[in-house]
């Protein structure tokens, strides 16, 4: 009788253990340090009213990755999903455990080029209000997809713009139909509603098309940030690998502990290892949540693209490795792009815990700026970390300024601030161009001339005397603007080589306690990635100065810092990479963080210390890096 008994209990928590299975409840087990949410565009919900397929393609996505939270979007290009189908759509992913948001994705019509409304039309104003008001009635927390700009041109627009630029009109619009037609109406339906706007990432064109860095962060509840980055050659935005790490961290200094989470799709992506860098980057930047865009682009079977270069060679992104973690059931045959992000997330969610404060070399970046568009990605890319700021970062040892600073009015007596208190600044050739007749002759007397200059040597120096060669691309030759100089007023450091004469790419002045450099940028900004390593190495001679942690070795490394002594070196090389690292501090080994492995480190080359230029004394480790791969550090004695 007691044995019958046992035996019905056993059967009953078998039954009770299926159930919870089955409906998501004992999921458990997900990442330590941040969350994944899976964005769902209108159109995929409305696939979701056949009971069937939601049910397929959530075992199929929550068998590869584990899914914390989901998006369901209520509107896009002019389709309303019906107020019953969202109900039910939530009720699934709740009784499994699941939270629930908002989206809505302000496309008017043609989304292909992404047409928005036109907000001086009272019709349309209307309409956006109905949106807000309908999601605010079903879901606590809301994230405007990332076309909640500004780009109609239709008579009503010109008519209302008047005299105004285009960016004007659109900054104060925007800010109008921020507060009159999503805030007000979405909290007068549900007054505990938290709205988030979701920022692209084209970040330097943003106030031309009425998004506010300034103004929106301090009204919405909270900000998300566009961390895709895609191919950096075949997309028209041709934007870096290193800016889904450096936007994540440039938003958080805008709205500290307020910027929710990186958002990554799988468009334009080549090979897989693609898709994969964009999430480790957008964690790497200690983004708290992932977003991956979107359900339906994580049910299609992976194909890995082009990456027979390194196939072989068990990177980072381990295709074999990841395919072998990937469990089969049912339908579910072959591993889809749910697993990539699924196996790229716990790769790094083993030492994410581990690693401290994001740091970088400071520069400021204010509100409402553009100029050398994006160059910040480029110096992360020839392995400069930079902390991008809306404010001038007084406490900086070093700030480092594009011509975006051009935007602040008092930029040039806040330089000349920084160097009165014995600190350093060095400004771009862009920023140089734009301030001349401006006031930076008041510190040193340049000129950004219209001439151009075709180097392929390279030579470098300080004082007076011979400079040594610095290395030759006698196949790749760089154009750079000239700049002239005034003999023992200002002194080149850095020298480009072109026929038998020398051209300054990086000057230094001294001003009051502190010093000045101008960095020469070439033209085409990709022609950073042209230039010899040792010449990039004596370029960070004096921008890195004495920041704890360098890296020394080919372009397209990049190296991320954090304050507790650990920090990551990530190659977006096809091949594999030497790389020397050097630390301060008296550390004499370095531990993986990933293997245990520990590196012996040797006292770097002796540099001649020129009046504290150069910074400390240093201890270097050599590494190898392998292709589309990253090695995790921390420093031990």
């Not at 031309?208 to 929106?216: C, H, I, P, V």
């Not at 507790?564 to 190659?571: P, Y």
């Amino acid at each position: 009788m007691k044995s019958s008994r046992v035996q019905r209990g056993v059967f009953l928590l078998y039954v009770l253990f299926f159930l919870a299975v089955s409906c998501g409840l004992a999921r458990g087990g997900q990442y330590k340090n941040f969350r994944v949410a899976v964005y769902i565009p209108a159109g995929v919900v409305e696939r979701m009213k056949d009971p069937q397929w939601l049910q397929s393609t959530w075992e199929t996505i929550s068998l590869q990755l584990k899914v914390d939270k989901v998006y369901i979007e209520t509107y896009r290009s002019q389709h309303i999903v019906d107020e019953q189908l969202l109900e039910q759509v939530k009720k699934f992913f709740l009784d499994r455990g699941v939270q629930v948001a908002g989206g809505i994705a302000h496309t008017s019509a043609d989304a292909r080029q992404f047409e928005t409304f036109s907000y001086a039309d009272p019709k349309e104003r209307e309409y956006v209000k109905k949106i807000s008001e309908l999601t605010a009635r079903h879901f606590d927390e809301i994230i405007l997809d990332d076309f909640f700009f500004h780009m109609s041109k239709s008579d009503a627009d010109i008519a209302a713009k008047g005299s105004r630029s285009w960016t004007q009109y659109r900054l104060e619009t925007m800010g109008d139909v921020s507060r009159r037609l999503v805030l007000e109406p979405a909290r007068a339906v549900n007054p505990k509603v938290k709205i988030v706007i979701k920022y692209p990432n084209w970040y330097e064109h943003f106030q031309g098309l009425g998004y506010d860095l300034d103004q929106q962060p301090k009204m919405f509840d909270g900000i998300y940030t566009g961390t895709e980055t895609r191919d950096p050659v075949v997309t028209d935005q041709h934007l870096q690998q290193y800016e889904s790490y450096q936007i994540f961290r440039y938003f958080e200094n805008i709205k500290p502990g307020g910027n929710g989470g990186g958002w990554v799709d799988t468009f334009s992506v080549l090979y897989v290892d693609r898709y994969a860098e964009q999430l480790w980057d957008t964690m790497f930047a200690k983004a708290p949540e992932i977003m991956l865009f979107n359900w339906d682009l994580l049910i299609p079977p992976i194909r890995p693209g082009e990456r027979d270069a390194w196939k072989d060679m068990h990177t980072s992104f381990d295709y074999d490795q990841m395919r072998a973690s990937f469990h089969g059931s049912g339908a579910v045959s072959q591993p889809t792009m749910a697993r990539v992000a699924g196996y790229s997330l716990e790769q790094v969610d083993q030492f994410l815990g581990k690693l401290g404060r994001p740091i970088g070399i400071k520069s400021y970046k204010p509100y409402q700026s553009s100029g050398e568009d994006f160059l910040h990605n480029y110096f992360g890319m020839i392995g400069i970390p930079v902390d991008l700021y809306p404010a001038f970062p007084t406490d900086a040892k070093v700030v480092l300024l594009t011509e975006s600073a051009k935007y602040d009015r008092d930029i040039v007596n806040k330089i000349k601030q920084h160097l009165r208190a014995g600190k350093n600044v060095v400004i771009t050739s862009g920023l140089l161009h734009a301030l001349q007749g401006k006031g930076i002759e008041d510190i040193v007397e340049l000129e950004y001339t219209d001439h151009k200059v075709l180097v392929r040597g390279y030579s470098g120096g300080f004082g007076a005397g011979n400079g040594s060669e610095l290395g030759n691309n006698a196949n790749s030759a760089v154009v750079f603007p000239e700049i002239r100089f005034l003999t023992n007023d200002a002194w080149p450091l850095i020298r480009g080589l072109a026929s038998g004469n020398g051209f300054p790419i990086l000057l230094m002045n001294r001003y009051s306690k502190g010093i000045l450099f101008v960095w020469t940028i070439p033209e085409n900004f990709n022609d950073l990635y042209e230039m010899p390593p040792p010449v990039v190495s004596a370029i960070k001679d004096y921008v890195l100065g004495d920041f704890p942690v360098r890296l020394d070795g080919p372009s397209k490394v990049s190296l991320f810092a954090y304050d507790n002594g650990t920090f990551i070196v990530e190659s977006f090389l096809d091949k594999e990479a030497e790389i020397t690292v050097s630390t301060t501090g008296g550390f004499t080994m370095l531990k993986n963080l990933v293997t245990g492995e520990v590196i012996n480190g040797q006292p770097a080359p002796a540099r001649s210390l020129q009046q504290g230029l150069l910074g400390t004394q240093r201890l270097s480790f050599r590494l190898n890096v392998k292709p589309h791969s990253y090695r995790v550090f921390m420093e031990a004695k």
